[in-house]
């Protein structure tokens, strides 16, 4: 504090260094700039509290376009990926989502109430499946209308959007149909791939098409719709059936996501169907557990690697260290190999819970 200012602007400026709120904050600026000694020695001081009341008030304009953009914006739910890969728990209002994800995590984190839309937030928790960690994340209800953005339903679909799979939690075929329904709607489509057609702008003049006999149509159709869709130059590869045009602008649409995903009834669990229901969710994730243990170490399983289905021995030497790569010699497999302890080379790819010794 200067020492030649009066007691009121004493007071402003405690009350400034108490504030716990910018608003708080605000008010005690407000309170200095008009305490502040008018003579000239005090211009600086002035300017100073000027600065600050201008930087407050447009940090505090910033907040209030945040929340306020939070309320109606898509992407305002988010929860960060964790573990082996992240997967939703979908469904219509009460039908046991919370109920599913704190038996197959063994932990009461949602809360299970008899009555609809209790869950409003995304769930997140972790499920262990063989030592490794899977992210499940209970939704809030999906409903009809959901993809025009009833219920929180924009960001709910969001968040099915950026997930690596999926669990609909339904009693029956049509209450899954309906958020099936929802989902595609919002070009975020279940259990599907992409039609076998790619299509790639060109430099060159013209359409060239690799592939026509897959083709159920005329192939002048083809032409002259992407001549239409703006792919008058284009390279187009066919690699299986394509029956319709739709097809074709299915696979030429970019928005569409494609994702995996499995049907769960609540009430058909028991603890017996929840093993079956853990591997499945596993499953949808296309990854690999793998152990390694180091030369001469007991076969004694410890925390799993996990890495994308098709992985070798390379690619685990690589993830364990930067150097291990280079410097591999061979590595040891228990598991799927035809012989416990064979010796297999870097391109040898790993299956599920193979236990692996590398050799530098
Ligand atoms: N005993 C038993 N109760 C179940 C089962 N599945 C659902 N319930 C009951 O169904 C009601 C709804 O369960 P919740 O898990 O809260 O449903 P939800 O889908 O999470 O519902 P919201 O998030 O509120 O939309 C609760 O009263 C549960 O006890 C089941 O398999 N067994
Ligand atoms: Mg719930």
Same mark, same amino acid.
């Given at each position: 504090?200067?020492?030649?200012?009066?007691?009121?602007?004493?007071?402003?400026?405690?009350?400034?260094?108490?504030?716990?709120?910018?608003?708080?904050?605000?008010?005690?600026?407000?309170?200095?700039?008009?305490?502040?000694?008018?003579?000239?020695?005090?211009?600086?001081?002035?300017?100073?509290?000027?600065?600050?009341?201008?930087?407050?008030?447009?940090?505090?304009?910033?907040?209030?376009?945040?929340?306020?953009?939070?309320?109606?914006?898509?992407?305002?739910?988010?929860?960060?990926?964790?573990?082996?890969?992240?997967?939703?728990?979908?469904?219509?209002?009460?039908?046991?989502?919370?109920?599913?994800?704190?038996?197959?995590?063994?932990?009461?984190?949602?809360?299970?109430?008899?009555?609809?839309?209790?869950?409003?937030?995304?769930?997140?928790?972790?499920?262990?499946?063989?030592?490794?960690?899977?992210?499940?994340?209970?939704?809030?209800?999906?409903?009809?209308?959901?993809?025009?953005?009833?219920?929180?339903?924009?960001?709910?679909?969001?968040?099915?959007?950026?997930?690596?799979?999926?669990?609909?939690?339904?009693?029956?075929?049509?209450?899954?149909?309906? @958020?099936?329904?929802?989902?595609? %709607?919002? #070009?975020?489509? !279940?259990?599907? &791939?992409? *039609?076998?057609?790619?299509? =790639?702008? +060109?430099?060159?003049?013209?359409?060239?098409?690799?592939?026509?006999?897959?083709?159920?149509?005329?192939?002048?159709?083809?032409?002259?719709?992407?001549?239409?869709?703006?792919?008058?130059?284009?390279?187009?590869?066919?690699?299986?059936?394509?029956?319709?045009?739709?097809?074709?602008?299915?696979?030429?649409?970019?928005?569409?996501?494609?994702?995996?995903?499995?049907?769960?009834?609540?009430?058909?669990?028991?603890?017996?169907?929840?093993?079956?229901?853990?591997?499945?969710?596993?499953?949808?994730?296309?990854? @690999?557990?793998?152990?390694?243990? %180091?030369? #001469?170490?007991? !076969?004694?399983? &410890?925390? *799993?690697?996990?890495?994308? =289905?098709? +992985?070798?021995?390379?690619?685990?030497?690589?993830?364990?260290?930067?150097?291990?790569?280079?410097?591999?010699?061979?590595?040891?497999?228990?598991?799927?190999?035809?012989?416990?302890?064979?010796?297999?080379?870097?391109?040898?790819?790993?299956?599920?819970?193979?236990?692996?010794?590398?050799?530098?």
């Amino acid at each position: 504090m200067a020492t030649n200012v009066s007691i009121e602007y004493a007071n402003a400026e405690k009350k400034y260094h108490d504030a716990k709120t910018p608003e708080d904050k605000l008010t005690a600026l407000l309170e200095m700039r008009s305490t502040v000694p008018s003579h000239k020695g005090c211009e600086a001081m002035r300017r100073e509290i000027s600065k600050k009341i201008a930087e407050l008030k447009s940090t505090i304009e910033r907040q209030k376009n945040a929340v306020a953009k939070k309320g109606s914006s898509s992407a305002s739910m988010y929860v960060k990926k964790e573990g082996v890969g992240q997967v939703v728990l979908i469904g219509g209002p009460n039908v046991g989502k919370s109920f599913i994800l704190n038996k197959l995590v063994g932990k009461d984190i949602a809360q299970v109430t008899p009555y609809p839309f209790a869950t409003t937030e995304p769930v997140p928790a972790m499920m262990d499946y063989d030592g490794a960690s899977v992210q499940l994340v209970e939704l809030p209800a999906i409903i009809e209308g959901s993809s025009e953005g009833k219920a929180q339903g924009k960001e709910i679909i969001g968040m099915v959007r950026n997930a690596d799979a999926v669990v609909i939690v339904a009693s029956s075929k049509e209450e899954g149909k309906v @958020i099936v329904d929802e989902l595609a %709607k919002s #070009n975020v489509y !279940l259990n599907k &791939t992409k *039609p076998p057609i790619d299509v =790639k702008s +060109s430099s060159f003049p013209g359409i060239q098409i690799s592939g026509k006999e897959y083709l159920k149509f005329g192939v002048e159709q083809l032409e002259q719709y992407l001549k239409n869709t703006g792919y008058s130059n284009s390279n187009v590869i066919i690699t299986g059936t394509i029956n319709s045009l739709s097809e074709v602008a299915q696979a030429l649409n970019e928005r569409i996501v494609y994702k995996k995903a499995i049907a769960i009834n609540s009430w058909e669990y028991s603890e017996h169907k929840a093993v079956d229901w853990k591997c499945q969710i596993f499953l949808l994730l296309d990854a @690999i557990l793998v152990y390694t243990k %180091k030369p #001469n170490q007991t !076969l004694e399983q &410890t925390e *799993p690697l996990s890495l994308p =289905k098709g +992985s070798t021995v390379f690619d685990v030497a690589k993830h364990l260290h930067k150097d291990f790569a280079s410097k591999l010699k061979f590595a040891r497999v228990w598991g799927s190999t035809k012989f416990d302890g064979q010796r297999v080379g870097p391109e040898y790819e790993l299956k599920n819970k193979d236990i692996i010794e590398i050799n530098i």
